[in-house]
């Protein structure tokens, strides 16, 4: 069986950029609008943002079947030998993609990691996604921590596909450069065979007709003009309805702001783009 799955990881070095809201909003585009069953993993912390998107917190605060197990010693054994066991990981969510939630283990499976041999290190996340997730969905998107650490490297080799969401700042932008040469180092490793690259690039949280953001967009199409993408312009509705435990796209014109409207349609433009960013490759 050939796997044709298409995946997908938002992430960057730093905290509070909005990669999880990005990563939700996408989803949900993907699904929505472009008929593909989707699956989330949140492998970004113990906060399990993603579920709180959702409106999942609670649902998930003891998974029957961690993700944290995919990275151990024992889940050839657990897979072989537990029903259901991918089933029993997986959450529905009211707005179309499932989601794999993050899980307390993942801290301790990350250190676990940095005692196996490096060329058997960061295949575990790639096996189990071409094993369990690519039989089942069409596109898998990955919420990464904002830090390089196992669980990470793990989730660059697994998707190949790295979306870049920045808020606007000169810090951000040299994060990315940092990002690029994180993703070439991991093109140059000989013990492994995967070829990450970035795809998509945009601004978040923008404050349109401001100096700062302007400048700053301005800066992403010069330097990434083949993969920048539409600007997130800021909107109290994002952080309201994250605290009501959905997407924008649950809710009607009318319920939503003006910059509330203008960050879903952007948001349907960016998966656009991904999406047929990932069908060239």
């Given at each position: 069986m050939v796997d044709t799955i298409r995946r997908a990881t938002t992430y960057?070095?730093?905290g509070g950029v909005g990669k999880t809201t990005s990563t939700a909003h996408i989803a949900v585009s993907a699904h929505n609008d472009h008929d593909l069953d989707t699956l989330l993993i949140d492998l970004a912390g113990t906060q399990n943002d993603l579920a709180t998107q959702f409106g999942l917190?609670?649902?998930?605060?003891?998974?029957d079947a961690p993700i944290s197990a995919v990275f151990g010693e024992n889940w050839s054994f657990i897979q072989e030998n537990i029903d259901d066991v991918f089933?029993?990981?997986t959450f529905e969510t009211e707005e179309g993609p499932d989601l794999i939630p993050a899980d307390n283990g993942l801290g301790?499976?990350?250190n676990n990691l940095a005692n196996v041999p490096r060329e058997n290190r960061y295949d575990r996340l790639e096996q189990f996604i071409s094993e369990e997730v690519a039989p089942r969905y069409d596109l898998v998107l990955l919420d990464l921590p904002g830090k390089e650490d196992n669980i990470t490297i793990n989730g660059l080799f697994a998707a190949e596909n790295v979306i870049a969401p920045l808020k606007p700042g000169e810090f951000e932008r040299t994060q990315l450069e940092s990002l690029q040469r994180e993703l070439a180092?991991?093109?140059?490793?000989d013990d492994?065979?995967?070829e990450p690259v970035l795809q998509l690039v945009f601004a978040t949280m923008v404050v349109p007709r401001t100096n700062l953001s302007e400048e700053f967009t301005n800066a992403l199409d010069e330097e990434y003009p083949d993969i920048s993408g539409q600007p997130v312009a800021e909107s109290a509705n994002i952080g309201n309805e994250q605290a009501n435990g959905q997407t924008l796209f649950a809710l009607s014109d009318d319920e939503l702001y003006e910059t509330g409207q203008r960050v879903r349609e952007t948001y349907r433009q960016l998966t656009?783009?991904?999406l047929e960013r990932l069908e060239a490759r």
């Amino acid at each position: 069986m050939v796997d044709t799955i298409r995946r997908a990881t938002t992430y960057v070095p730093k905290g509070g950029v909005g990669k999880t809201t990005s990563t939700a909003h996408i989803a949900v585009s993907a699904h929505n609008d472009h008929d593909l069953d989707t699956l989330l993993i949140d492998l970004a912390g113990t906060q399990n943002d993603l579920a709180t998107q959702f409106g999942l917190a609670d649902d998930v605060l003891d998974p029957d079947a961690p993700i944290s197990a995919v990275f151990g010693e024992n889940w050839s054994f657990i897979q072989e030998n537990i029903d259901d066991v991918f089933e029993r990981m997986t959450f529905e969510t009211e707005e179309g993609p499932d989601l794999i939630p993050a899980d307390n283990g993942l801290g301790a499976e990350d250190n676990n990691l940095a005692n196996v041999p490096r060329e058997n290190r960061y295949d575990r996340l790639e096996q189990f996604i071409s094993e369990e997730v690519a039989p089942r969905y069409d596109l898998v998107l990955l919420d990464l921590p904002g830090k390089e650490d196992n669980i990470t490297i793990n989730g660059l080799f697994a998707a190949e596909n790295v979306i870049a969401p920045l808020k606007p700042g000169e810090f951000e932008r040299t994060q990315l450069e940092s990002l690029q040469r994180e993703l070439a180092m991991i093109r140059d490793d000989d013990d492994h065979d995967a070829e990450p690259v970035l795809q998509l690039v945009f601004a978040t949280m923008v404050v349109p007709r401001t100096n700062l953001s302007e400048e700053f967009t301005n800066a992403l199409d010069e330097e990434y003009p083949d993969i920048s993408g539409q600007p997130v312009a800021e909107s109290a509705n994002i952080g309201n309805e994250q605290a009501n435990g959905q997407t924008l796209f649950a809710l009607s014109d009318d319920e939503l702001y003006e910059t509330g409207q203008r960050v879903r349609e952007t948001y349907r433009q960016l998966t656009t783009s991904l999406l047929e960013r990932l069908e060239a490759r």
